[in-house]
């Protein structure tokens, strides 16, 4: 399973736009990107997923690129609820292919939004 | 949201009890996994399930089993528990389409072990 760095907190302001990368250099060929968010006592919650390039979406857009060694989470004007773990993981997407979806999780990065 | 359910959402009990925790899935989902997460380690895989009857091992399996002899329920059993397994485990399930990676989260069983 491919592992991921990502920083362990971020701090910022309402109406700013946060970016949160993750390093993967061993990503395999058909691992795929996902990110998922998560609050205080629940479970978490999928933001965004991608392969390469830049997906968006509703919430939040995905930067990838090329040599897909990294990832960047993108949100636009964060507000106050905002404030969560973030988590980035790299794994298949299918199980009968082969690491599927046994995801490693990490310990995310604090994301702390002010006022 | 996705119709997931665990119980019980809170339990206290003694060293060197069994304990089961359900998960309970409304959505048809072929994927079940079980988490347990802790401070300074994030979620981490105990088990999963690929199927009824099908299961696999995940990175922090030992002490635990799991059942699914139904598609909508999940079983985690803690043989004989002991307190490093005081911790908050999610269930999640999902439906494992190829480039899928999107897991559907219940809302958590706080265990604690004394």
């Known amino acids: 399973l491919a592992k991921t760095t990502q920083p362990i907190s971020m701090d910022s302001y309402e109406g700013q736009e946060v970016n949160i990368t993750c390093s993967h250099n061993n990503i395999a060929t058909n691992d795929y990107i996902t990110w998922y968010q998560q609050f205080p006592s629940q479970g978490p919650r999928f933001i965004i997923q991608g392969y390469k390039t830049k997906v968006t979406n509703e919430v939040a857009s995905l930067f990838i690129p090329a040599d897909r060694k990294s990832s960047t989470l993108s949100l636009p004007r964060v507000s106050l609820s905002d404030t969560a773990v973030y988590y980035c993981?790299?794994?298949?997407?299918?199980?009968?292919?082969?690491?599927?979806?046994?995801?490693?999780f990490g310990t995310g990065t604090q994301l702390k939004v002010e006022l | 949201d996705a119709g997931i359910t665990q119980s019980p959402r809170h339990k206290v009990t003694e060293t060197g009890t069994p304990v089961t925790l359900r998960c309970h899935q409304t959505?048809?989902?072929?994927?079940m996994y079980w988490y347990r997460q802790d401070p300074g380690h994030g979620l981490r895989l105990i088990h999963y399930?690929?199927?009824?009857?099908?299961?696999d091992k995940g990175e922090v399996s030992d002490g635990y089993s799991v059942s699914r002899s139904k598609t909508e329920d999940f079983l985690l059993t803690l043989e004989s528990a002991t307190s490093s397994q005081t911790s908050v485990y999610f269930c999640?399930?999902?439906?494992?389409?190829?480039?899928?990676?999107?897991?559907?989260f219940g809302p958590g069983t706080r265990l604690t072990v004394l």
């Open positions: 399930s690929y199927g009824v009857k099908d299961t």
């Open positions: 959505e048809n989902h072929r994927y």
């Open positions: 999640a399930i999902g439906a494992g389409l190829a480039g899928d990676n999107e897991q559907f």
């Open positions: 993981l790299v794994g298949l997407g299918n199980i009968l292919t082969g690491g599927g979806n046994k995801l490693t």
